[in-house]
């Protein structure tokens, strides 16, 4: 009887321990979750994607400490935690989130919160530009709102005060690359504060709001935006005119600053996930640019055009015909594109996202703006339309595929509504996301669009232009490149104009190793589909395909490489 009951009394408390790790881990999960709500601030989400709800998040000494100490003790925690004992899909979350946590757990020993404004973006115009990506639809979205405002006054003055200390430390942004920056913080300096794009949610109410609290929100907005927020804008701008910029970094790499060579090496694994080097991205870059120049050069043979690359690129830049001739041409173009789109979906997915996205004119290019997750709000894809000159139309099916569907909006949506902890819907790992994206790009070769030579030369330069960015972050932030090396290189071999040319080297710049992401990632998922093809033959399928690289929502390049290579397997 014992050598009967002890076996099964051993398996009774290998599964009693079974449970406990995986309801453990699921306590770690929503406690870590809770935090981060409390917190206003979630670790690896698109930035695009900031809303506010209530108070705002801190960026005191204090606060960061608070959540330094809180992340250690999530990783002490689940140092607890046999993975042996944890299901398959747990397994996948328990990665995940180790992966994050000590991501997270590095990242405070870097100098990247000196750093909370870039050429293309700040915490001002995220702030500035938030409403607009909000649903006002209960009363308490209004307060939640006006708590918002009233807190900007602190939120502003925590952010001057740490670049105040970026000044001190000698961790500022390179002189050139941010000329002009002024221009993001002026927009929301207003002379009549009904004017201001913070004060337009109070100009139009959903018909359950009842009047006397219609009154009350305008009043109190009104009086917060003209007496807080404009105010705040004119004290961050004198700041940055008067103070910032008379300290601004000689050096275009930010190897030259303390610290800066481990900073960028930190950047590196962030936004690409992997452990590659400097110096092999840059390689990778180099030969990419190579191979994608070949393809180009048999179009420009196509079209019959007499002359050289280089006499090809001013063609596409300067000829009127590439351009839309208003705003409303060029939106109009990318809906078309966008719903020819929709309408192949069916056949490269089998999982499709039930939240929607709309088409609109932005004021700083061409990006996405994923939805708020909850259901009210959808995505939105927009179109810089300030500088039609800026978004050629030879480009924009590669655009859209990338922001729209496939890329961004698809799988966005898709991760928000699977049936995975919260902490993964709303994840981003760049080199996913945005590899996604590019992966999206060269698809529309799959789905027979492309049809226009000009439109296909357009899908490669904006790959080659991926391609140059392994280059040249990797020069001016690694190498020693100048800037103008750096413009020249890209200027040689992308269409872009001058002037997006020069744009994006200085987000480069300012945003070191972000670019990176977009290549690498699309390099690792176009090799695992060819891995796929090779592995199945006739058994692979290209819808099932597609919905396994999407299903689990944005992975580490690790961890997708290790799902993929097991879907392969259930294959045969």
């Known amino acids: 009887m014992i050598k009967i009951l002890l076996p099964l009394l051993l398996i009774a408390a290998f599964q009693g321990n079974a449970f406990a790790d995986a309801d453990n881990f699921q306590k770690i999960l929503d406690d870590q979750w809770a935090q981060a709500e409390k917190e206003r601030v979630f670790f690896r989400t698109d930035p695009d994607g900031f809303r506010m709800n ?48 000590e991501t ?76 002009g920056y002024e221009k993001t913080i002026s927009p929301y300096i207003v002379k009549d504060a009904k004017k201001s794009s913070l004060f ?60 800066g060579a481990e ?23 180099l030969f990419e640019v190579a ?43 990318a809906a078309l594109i966008s719903k020819t789109i929709e309408g192949l979906l069916p056949q490269y997915f089998s999982l499709l996202p039930r939240n929607t996205y709309s088409i609109k004119a932005g004021t700083r290019g061409a990006f996405y703006m994923p939805a708020s997750g909850d259901g009210t709000t959808s995505g939105t894809y927009f179109l810089g339309t300030a500088n039609l000159k800026a978004q050629p139309l030879y480009s924009l099916e590669a655009l859209t595929l990338h922001e729209g569907v496939p890329g961004h909006h698809l799988q966005s ?11 993964r819907r709303t994840l981003s790992h760049s080199a996913f996301t945005e590899g996604w994206g590019l992966y999206s790009e060269r698809m529309g070769k799959d ?27 990797t020069g001016m932030h690694a190498f020693g490149w100048s800037r103008s ?33 977009y290549k690498i990632g699309e390099l690792k998922i176009r090799e695992i589909r060819k891995k796929a093809e090779k592995t199945l033959g006739i058994k692979f399928n290209l819808r099932k395909f597609h919905d396994a690289i999407i299903a689990h929502g944005s992975l580490p390049i690790e961890v997708l490489e290790d799902v993929m290579n097991d879907w392969i397997e259930a294959q045969n």
């Not at 789905?447 to 972050?473: I, K, N, Q």
């Not at 001058?498 to 992401?517: C, H, K, N, V």
Request: net charge positive; with cysteine; hydrophobic share 35%.
């Open 291 to 333: 191979r994608i120049r070949i393809e180009m050069m048999q179009i420009i043979k196509k079209v019959k055009f007499k002359g050289s690359f280089k006499d090809f690129l001013n063609y596409l830049r300067n000829e009127p015909k590439f351009y839309a001739a208003s705003a409303e041409e060029l939106l109009g173009r």
């Open 485 to 517: 090396k750096a413009v020249k290189f890209m200027a040689e071999n992308t269409a872009l104009t001058m002037g997006e040319i020069e744009a994006e080297i200085d987000r480069y710049i300012t945003w070191p190793a972000q670019a990176l992401s």
């Open 54 to 101: 209530g108070r705002l998040p801190e960026f005191n000494k204090k606060a960061r400490s608070r959540r330094k100490n809180y992340n250690q003790s999530i990783l002490k925690r689940l140092s607890h935690i046999d993975v042996k004992t944890l299901s398959a899909k747990d397994l996948i979350s328990y990665r995940i989130f180790k992966f994050e946590r």
């Open 447 to 473: 789905m027979g669009l492309y049809s226009d030579p000009y439109s296909d030369f357009g899908r490669l330069t904006y790959e080659a232009w991926r391609a140059c960015r392994l280059v040249v972050d």
């Open 263 to 285: 900073y960028y090496k930190s950047q590196i694994e962030y936004f690409t996930t992997t452990d590659l080097s400097a110096k092999q991205i840059h390689n990778i870059g």
């Open 104 to 179: 997270e757990a590095k990242s405070y020993q870097q100098i990247g919160r000196y750093f909370p404004i870039t050429k293309l973006f700040g915490y001002h115009s995220y702030f500035g530009d938030a409403p607009a990506n909000m649903s006002f639809l209960t009363v308490k979205d209004y307060r939640n709102y006006l708590i918002s405002l009233a807190d900007f006054r602190r939120y502003n003055q925590e952010h001057i005060s740490i670049l105040r200390k970026a000044i001190s430390g000698g961790y500022t942004h390179y002189c050139k690359s941010m000329q």
């Open 413 to 423: 949506a898709i991760a928000m509504e699977q049936d995975i902890p919260k902490f």
């Open 200 to 259: 337009k949610p109070f100009t139009a109410y959903p018909k359950n709001i009842p009047l006397a609290e219609q009154k009350e929100f305008r009043a109190a907005g009104l009086k917060i935006v003209k007496e807080q927020i404009i105010p705040e804008y004119k004290a961050f701008y004198k700041f940055f005119t008067e103070e910032y910029m008379s300290h601004c970094r000689k050096e275009v790499g930010i190897s030259s600053v303390k610290g």
